[in-house]
């Protein structure tokens, strides 16, 4: 089963601009993870924010955890076109050592 | 820079056939996972081993799928019979361990379509 949802499901922004996915999640959580994927490829780590944790940067990317409202962002700043991919949260849970991934955001530049 | 391997990148099967998958992890790596991922979605965990253990295999369909990791290295991922819901990207993934502040690192995952 998905534990996070990402919004909105897809996205599409000229070169340049700033990108901003959200993703909500339904437990509490030890950390949350965003992950990239390009078409028919397997994912990579972008970056790890902790539960104690608010925001945290990482190059062109800012990620925010609000575990009061169980969501998160991740802001890709000055995109290019080799940001398009898909994005998706992962929810690591407590009582357990596995991931959950949302549904991902999909995500397009625009030359 | 260390990778995840996956054989085969495409597999085409006609469904009741057997199908195989390969993982080989990044060396050092004692977590190993399989995913399903199905066209539009997130990845769903299969199965996780620790060194040669399953630590969970709750979502694996164990009717017609096993996995094993004899070694404590690769891996193998096997379907039988394949049915045509099966269709989708199959991941591994490795981390260094199990605890909750290690990435994890995905092979390019194997296609699978059934017909």
């Known amino acids: 089963s998905q534990q996070g949802e990402e919004d909105p499901q897809a996205l599409s922004i000229q070169e340049g601009e700033n990108a901003t996915m959200n993703c909500s999640y339904k437990?509490?959580?030890?950390?949350l993870q965003w992950y990239r994927q390009n078409s028919g490829r397997g994912l990579v780590h972008l970056i790890l924010i902790r539960s104690n944790e608010r925001e945290k940067h990482s190059g062109r990317l800012r990620v925010t955890l609000d575990t009061s409202k169980k969501s998160s962002s991740l802001l890709i700043t000055a995109s290019r076109a080799a940001d398009t991919a898909s994005y998706f949260c992962?929810?690591?849970?407590?009582?357990?050592?596995?991931?959950?991934f949302g549904t991902g955001t999909r995500l397009t530049i625009i030359p | 820079e260390a990778e995840v391997a996956q054989s085969p990148r495409y597999k085409i099967t006609e469904k009741s056939q057997a199908v195989a998958f390969w993982c080989d992890p990044i060396?050092?790596?004692?977590?190993l996972y399989w995913y399903r991922q199905i066209l539009g979605q997130g990845p769903e965990l299969l199965v996780q081993f620790q060194d040669e253990s399953v630590v969970d295999d709750s979502q694996l369909p164990k009717d017609r799928f096993s996995a094993e990791r004899l070694k404590g290295v690769d891996s193998t991922l096997k379907i039988q019979p394949a049915e045509l819901g099966d269709s989708a990207m199959y991941l591994c993934?490795?981390?260094?361990?199990?605890?909750?502040?290690?990435?994890?690192?995905f092979g390019p995952g194997t296609r699978l379509t059934v017909t």
């Open positions: 992962a929810t690591h849970n407590f009582g357990n050592e596995k991931l959950t």
């Open positions: 437990t509490s959580i030890n950390n």
């Open positions: 993934a490795s981390s260094w361990a199990m605890a909750s502040g290690y990435e994890q690192y």
């Open positions: 060396s050092g790596h004692a977590t």
